[in-house]
């Protein structure tokens, strides 16, 4: 398991850009797949987005494609989530969250159970 530290998140306005950040201690982080999930109240924890450390193939839930944008800096450590055009609806706890297992990144990366190390979440609040 790794401690992952996110960082970022407020209150934003509608159509805002804000960027999250997760800081992983640990000195592989390289070979760490990490993902975004969010939460918003009253609902079950739901995916937002996950990249591969191997391929560096990135995946997007449906409703935030080409609005949201992850990425890594591996010499940092560090994993971002570049959100645009933000609507109300993405108001929630964004959490961090690492696979550090070494495998191939499973087919099921939006399932929480795939990943072994989370952060203590960041709220992003989007008022209209």
């Known amino acids: 398991q790794v401690q992952l530290v996110e960082s970022g998140g407020g209150l934003v306005q509608a159509g805002g850009s804000p960027r999250l950040s997760c800081a992983a201690s640990g000195r592989s982080f390289s070979k760490y797949h990490m993902a975004w999930f969010r939460q918003a109240p009253g609902k079950e924890r739901e995916f937002v987005t996950g990249i591969s450390w191997s391929t560096m193939t990135t995946y997007y839930a449906d409703s935030v494609k080409g609005r949201f944008t992850i990425s890594r800096d591996n010499a940092k450590s560090t994993v971002y989530l570049q959100m645009n055009s933000l609507k109300p609806e993405d108001t929630a706890v964004y959490y961090c969250?690492?696979?550090?297992?070494?495998?191939?990144?499973?087919?099921?990366?939006?399932?929480?159970?795939?990943?072994?190390?989370w952060g203590q979440g960041t709220q992003v609040t989007v008022s209209s």
């Open positions: 969250a690492a696979d550090t297992s070494l495998r191939v990144y499973s087919s099921k990366y939006y399932n929480p159970n795939e990943y072994d190390s």
